[in-house]
């Protein structure tokens, strides 16, 4: 890619990264697409400029490409590929699986050339630029209530549809600046002003926007963190995370494979509590999450395609577990989950490719961690992979892959955490 070329492509990327939270989803169809505007163009055009460099030898080094976390990457996008074509609606699932191509491609291939050759603080420039004056909007429409949950579900809209999009973004972009601020304390001495006051800021904006899986994923992040800096092992954190999600998956077993309180149906969609939880929310997660297993039980291997299950999990739904949030018609969100939306939609393969992903991706991360000499560089490293833990547990009470607002931050902490530790590499002490 010649010099002109690529400064033209980083201007680019670094627009589509301010446009992700700035950008509009507009209707563009009698049959309900959806478009993120201006974000999705800027991402085409992106995605183009990358693979003609592609096709003359120009874009990124070939070992980033062979990275493990990269392999996971290709894998996930190849398989939804492959259950695209034999999926119960092919043109949902077409639009579903060219929405990732190209976010992969632009965030997480585009990802690898930008963050090989930009300064950390330009990306999160760029990012931040987008969001800050999102927050402000949100600021400004949620003070006159006070902040109370019942008016912070959509405050965020037009940009951010719920608070869980924006819950998420926030705790992303809290963790990155943890790391960032932690280096500049390792390099200087001090924590920069304006870094200092966007990190602590972060937290009172994260209770305001009230979201529950926001917190686990902002806990997450810092579990990560102080583990590595009490000096815990990639083991140990691996055993730790491997032991959370099988709790998780444990009780769920343990839900499901239960009884509970039938439900009195009420007019129109859906039913009245109670449920094993006083929360219709959460009972809500459980009815969708129930759905999807059975699901994946018609159709174990290859799922019904991806971007169905909310046309198809109406008719998994039992009586006694639907809330006053269910539909009668399943056609009120999705699974609230990715772990169990990769379940139903793509099959077993597709609930282990992305369990595979986040492994990987957290391991990569801590490995840069441990591999950096600099005090400065590691600080950044492990903010980058405390981001891609809180995107984890983000992922199990929310399906993010397919979200415009959250998916290409996913797929650039990816990318960040592949350069860092190949940079990281050639400066490992070895005695570490």
């Given at each position: 890619?010649?010099?002109?070329?690529?400064?033209?492509?980083?201007?680019?990327?670094?627009?589509?990264?301010?446009?992700?939270?700035?950008?509009?989803?507009?209707?563009?169809?009698?049959?309900?697409?959806?478009?993120?505007?201006?974000?999705?163009?800027?991402?085409?055009?992106?995605?183009?400029?990358?693979?003609?460099?592609?096709?003359?030898?120009?874009?990124?080094?070939?070992?980033?490409?062979?990275?493990?976390?990269?392999?996971?990457?290709?894998?996930?996008?190849?398989?939804?590929?492959?259950?695209?074509?034999?999926?119960?609606?092919?043109?949902?699932?077409?639009?579903?699986?060219?929405?990732?191509?190209?976010?992969?491609?632009?965030?997480?291939?585009?990802?690898?050339?930008?963050?090989?050759?930009?300064?950390?603080?330009?990306?999160?420039?760029?990012?931040?630029?987008?969001?800050?004056?999102?927050?402000?909007?949100?600021?400004?429409?949620?003070?006159?209530?006070?902040?109370?949950?019942?008016?912070?579900?959509?405050?965020?809209?037009?940009?951010?549809?719920?608070?869980?999009?924006?819950?998420?973004?926030?705790?992303?972009?809290?963790?990155?600046?943890?790391?960032?601020?932690?280096?500049?304390?390792?390099?200087?001495?001090?924590?920069?002003?304006?870094?200092?006051?966007?990190?602590?800021?972060?937290?009172?904006?994260?209770?305001?926007?009230?979201?529950?899986?926001?917190?686990?994923?902002?806990?997450?992040?810092?579990?990560?963190?102080?583990?590595?800096?009490?000096?815990?092992?990639?083991?140990?954190?691996?055993?730790?995370?491997?032991?959370?999600?099988?709790?998780?998956?444990?009780?769920?077993?343990?839900?499901?494979?239960?009884?509970?309180?039938?439900?009195?149906?009420?007019?129109?969609?859906?039913?009245?509590?109670?449920?094993?939880?006083?929360?219709?929310?959460?009972n809500e997660r459980l009815n969708r999450w129930s759905c999807a297993v059975r699901m994946a039980k018609e159709r174990p291997l290859v799922g019904f395609g991806p971007g169905t299950y909310e046309e198809?999990?109406?008719?998994?739904?039992?009586?006694?577990?639907?809330?006053?949030?269910?539909?009668?018609?399943?056609?009120?969100?999705?699974?609230?989950?990715?772990?169990?939306?990769?379940?139903?939609?793509?099959?077993?393969?597709?609930?282990?490719?992305?369990?595979?992903?986040?492994?990987?991706?957290?391991?990569?991360?801590?490995?840069?961690?441990?591999?950096?000499?600099?005090?400065?560089?590691?600080?950044?490293?492990?903010?980058?992979?405390?981001?891609?833990?809180?995107?984890?547990?983000?992922?199990?009470?929310?399906?993010?892959?397919?979200?415009?607002?959250?998916?290409?931050?996913?797929?650039?902490?990816?990318?960040?955490?592949?350069?860092?530790?190949?940079?990281?590499?050639?400066?490992?002490?070895?005695?570490?």
């Amino acid at each position: 890619m010649t010099s002109g070329l690529f400064r033209s492509f980083v201007t680019l990327w670094l627009v589509a990264l301010a446009s992700v939270p700035l950008s509009l989803r507009w209707t563009v169809s009698s049959g309900g697409t959806v478009m993120a505007v201006p974000l999705e163009s800027l991402v085409a055009a992106c995605a183009m400029v990358l693979v003609v460099a592609w096709a003359f030898g120009r874009g990124p080094e070939f070992s980033l490409l062979l990275h493990p976390v990269s392999l996971a990457v290709f894998a996930g996008l190849a398989w939804t590929l492959v259950t695209t074509m034999i999926s119960i609606d092919p043109l949902v699932s077409m639009k579903y699986a060219l929405a990732r191509t190209a976010y992969v491609v632009t965030f997480f291939v585009g990802g690898l050339l930008i963050m090989s050759r930009l300064r950390t603080r330009g990306v999160v420039a760029a990012g931040l630029a987008g969001f800050l004056p999102v927050v402000a909007w949100t600021v400004w429409r949620h003070a006159p209530t006070g902040f109370i949950h019942e008016t912070s579900i959509e405050v965020g809209a037009p940009f951010y549809p719920n608070h869980l999009e924006y819950g998420a973004t926030l705790a992303f972009w809290m963790l990155v600046l943890v790391g960032l601020a932690m280096a500049d304390r390792a390099k200087k001495g001090r924590i920069g002003g304006a870094v200092g006051i966007l990190t602590l800021g972060f937290l009172p904006l994260l209770w305001a926007a009230h979201s529950r899986s926001a917190w686990l994923a902002l806990i997450a992040g810092f579990a990560v963190i102080v583990l590595q800096r009490i000096g815990v092992g990639l083991r140990g954190v691996m055993i730790a995370g491997t032991l959370v999600l099988v709790a998780f998956f444990g009780l769920f077993a343990v839900y499901f494979t239960g009884e509970w309180p039938d439900t009195e149906a009420v007019a129109g969609e859906g039913v009245q509590e109670p449920g094993p939880f006083e929360d219709p929310s959460i009972n809500e997660r459980l009815n969708r999450w129930s759905c999807a297993v059975r699901m994946a039980k018609e159709r174990p291997l290859v799922g019904f395609g991806p971007g169905t299950y909310e046309e198809s999990y109406g008719l998994f739904q039992l009586h006694g577990e639907m809330t006053s949030h269910s539909s009668l018609r399943g056609d009120r969100g999705d699974a609230h989950s990715e772990f169990f939306s990769c379940l139903a939609e793509q099959g077993v393969v597709g609930l282990m490719l992305v369990a595979v992903l986040f492994g990987v991706a957290v391991a990569s991360g801590l490995r840069a961690v441990d591999g950096c000499r600099d005090e400065s560089q590691r600080w950044k490293a492990l903010g980058w992979t405390s981001a891609v833990a809180s995107l984890v547990v983000g992922n199990l009470f929310n399906a993010f892959f397919e979200v415009d607002r959250v998916a290409p931050l996913l797929w650039l902490a990816c990318a960040a955490v592949v350069v860092m530790e190949r940079n990281c590499a050639t400066t490992r002490p070895e005695n570490r």
